[in-house]
């Protein structure tokens, strides 16, 4: 189901309660752009802590935004059938009164959306408002004071419209206003009730509002009604948007699914509940707060890749394709069922990097995995329909650990402490006889072969890691006797400049020593 802001707050009572009654939710969102390239050097890489890591996201995070955020409601409605409803949501950030975020689109990112067919009339036009806990804040406390701004160029055609209306009506006249949306439908009237002392305004559905001329005695009553449209909490909940539903999922304390996704918790927290901190422990806290059980399909696949027939595929829809089409999921009548309510059921054909149905695929990709694992764990295949609980049991070693792409660990354990993981050897290169080159060149010279990540050491020294041993392997045995560029193992000892420092220290200052002894043992001659 698509879901723009004209139809959002009528889906929302219905949402609450399939997330109150879900078994599990699948998550999904889309974004302006991934990794910021400025500041420079602010590119992920393998040499990075979780923490060097995390600043380097962090400061992507604020650059960009949630184009599109996908959400799959898993019911286990009755024994192992799971149905499934999969909403696609447009986003666009909260533009009420002067709040006016800014956000950057990265080229590249822009046209990969745009080749799977992603609407950006949608993301502009429609796009459901939200904000974090701090704007909010700052939007409350300019309504309590009455000191709220609206930019009135956006409000000018219907001021215009309405002062030259009231000029000639009578009193208990009325006028309609057609064609507004969401967050308009309150900045009209907040504009007209402050520019026009002589006027009433009223909501008609969600496009119309009624302006009818009364008397100042009778706007007095009116104000004071409970009946009021513009009260602050309804303005605060029509501002606070997409946020409302954040708010929901939160209190629901579901277990999460995702696919990589460690930048989608990013943008949770920054975009729906606070700014994110500098502390990369306290975002780990908040998380871990919001969000108690997390299960990564990333991290998954990648375990049972390595114990299980488990062909290697690199993107969401393939690990799907795979987990449906080949026998690693017994046909069984216990093998869970999946099916795609009736206002989802577009999802049935293949629909990549659309939100809802990458979020529909993260669900459905954990249910096969967890059958898979707990069928392995037992020997045979289950007697009885296993339970949800029964899967997140199997599943017990990877839960919130969310798999970090091109970083110093292989994930982040939002529930521990991170664990360290194992890598290939770090190398170093010695350049002969190539004068000026840096780390692009080093790239660039070796990623027809292999993929490093490459970190200066000294003027003619590089270091070189890969995720991949066998990278490593590759590197060694072409470069060994190369001209130019001579690659061997990293041996701390020998080519830490530190170590290096320390031993030129140590041999001056033992060699002081030792003149010194020298000096001191002279025989002394008195004159």
Same mark, same amino acid.
């Given at each position: ?63 960009? *935004? ?134 009433? *305004? ?131 009548? *216990? ?193």
């Amino acid at each position: 189901m698509e879901v723009g802001a004209a139809a959002f707050e009528r889906c929302l009572p219905r949402l609450r309660e399939r997330l109150r009654r879900a078994a599990f939710l699948g998550l999904d969102m889309e974004f302006t752009g991934l990794h910021s390239t400025f500041p420079q050097n602010n590119k992920p890489s393998l040499f990075d802590s979780p923490a060097e890591w995390y600043l380097k996201a962090r400061r992507s995070v604020q650059r960009f *935004t949630v184009s599109q955020f996908g959400l799959a409601i898993f019911s286990n409605e009755n024994s192992n059938k799971y149905v499934v409803h999969s909403y696609n949501f447009f986003l666009f950030p909260s533009t009420f009164g002067v709040t006016d975020a800014e956000f950057t689109l990265s080229a590249s990112s822009i046209q990969f959306l745009s080749h799977y067919g992603f609407d950006y009339n949608k993301f502009l036009k429609d796009g459901i408002p939200y904000m974090n806990e701090l704007q909010e804040k700052s939007l409350s406390q300019d309504l309590l004071a009455g000191s709220w701004k609206v930019c009135r160029d956006r409000m000018k055609k219907a001021v215009d419209e309405v002062t030259c209306w009231i000029a000639a009506a009578e009193e208990e006249e009325t006028m309609i206003l057609q064609d507004l949306s969401g967050i308009q439908m309150f900045e009209v009237q907040l504009v007209l009730r402050q520019a026009l002392q002589n006027v009433w *305004t009223q909501p008609l559905g969600d496009r119309e509002v009624m302006v009818k001329k009364v008397s100042p005695q009778h706007r007095q009553l009116l104000e004071n009604s409970s009946h009021d449209s513009c009260q602050k909490e309804l303005i605060l909940m029509s501002a606070r948007g997409f946020t409302n539903l954040f708010q929901a999922l939160v209190k629901a304390k579901k277990p999460l699914v995702g696919h990589n996704m460690l930048m989608d918790l990013l943008h949770l927290h920054d975009k729906f509940y606070k700014p994110l901190p500098e502390s990369y422990e306290e975002f780990k806290r908040n998380i871990h707060s919001l969000f108690p059980v997390l299960i990564d399909t990333k991290t998954v696949t990648k375990s049972v890749w390595k114990k299980y027939p488990f062909p290697r595929v690199s993107n969401l829809l393939e690990v799907y394709e795979v987990l449906c089409s080949s026998d690693l999921n017994p046909t069984d009548p *216990t093998c869970p069922v999946i099916v795609l309510a009736s206002d989802c059921s577009r999802y049935a054909e293949k629909t990549p990097h659309e939100a809802g149905y990458d979020a529909f695929l993260c669900g459905s990709v954990l249910l096969k995995v967890a059958h898979l694992l707990l069928c392995k764990s037992t020997g045979v295949t289950a007697e009885a329909d296993p339970s949800f609980s029964e899967y997140l049991s199997a599943l017990v070693k990877y839960l919130n650990k969310v798999h970090v792409i091109q970083g110093g660990v292989s994930s982040i354990n939002f529930s521990g402490v991170d664990a360290s993981c194992r890598r290939p050897p770090l190398l170093v290169v010695h350049v002969r006889g190539w004068r000026g080159l840096n780390e692009r060149h080093i790239y660039q010279e070796l990623k027809g072969l292999c993929q490093f990540d490459v970190k200066r050491l000294s003027e003619n020294q590089f270091i070189l890691l890969s995720s991949k041993f066998k990278h490593a392997r590759l590197a060694l045995r072409d470069y060994k006797d190369h001209p130019n560029l001579q690659i061997s193992l990293y041996r701390h000892w020998r080519h830490s400049p530190h170590v290096n420092c320390l031993l030129q220290v140590s041999s001056i200052v033992a060699l002081w020593s030792l003149f010194a002894f020298v000096l001191g043992g002279a025989p002394c001659h008195s004159v």
